[in-house]
Nanobody, 120 residues
Framework: QVQLVESGGGLVQAGGSLRLSCAAS????????MGWFRQAPGKEREFVAR????????YYADSVKGRFTISRDSAKNTVYLQMNSLKPEDTAVYIC?????????????WGQGTQVTVSS
């Protein structure tokens, strides 16, 4: 099992920045990739970004490309999401997820989420 705990959310004005963190604990040695998703009120959860644990390859949703950066610190088993030039439409609960090596699922473990609110 892997436990994921997000932090770093908050209230920020449009154009501002936030950095989210997701700390993983448990059987983290089998992590293949980690990702960030978000869910706004009344909307479905949507993919934001992901990073492969070995090699650090990254992939972003078009809506955040050029504004958000995903990174990881292997020694700390932590993944980050640096969010710049935030827009009101970025307001959502941001949720961290991880995928095990060899898993057939898109993601196996999910965090509880952290709220990000961007005011206009």
């Amino acid at each position: 099992q892997v436990q994921l705990v997000e932090s770093g959310g908050g209230l920020v004005q449009a154009g501002g920045s936030l950095r989210l963190s997701c700390a993983a604990s448990g059987r983290t040695f089998s992590t293949y990739a980690m990702g960030w998703f978000r869910q706004a009120p009344g909307k479905e959860r949507e993919f934001v970004a992901r990073i492969r644990w070995n090699g650090g390859y990254t992939y972003y949703a078009d809506s955040v490309k050029g504004r958000f950066t995903i990174s990881r610190d292997s020694a700390k088993n932590t993944v980050y999401l640096q969010m710049n030039s935030l827009k009101p439409e970025d307001t959502a609960v941001y949720i961290c997820a991880s995928r095990r090596v060899g898993s057939q699922s898109e993601y196996d473990y999910w965090g509880q989420g952290t709220q990000v609110t961007v005011s206009s």
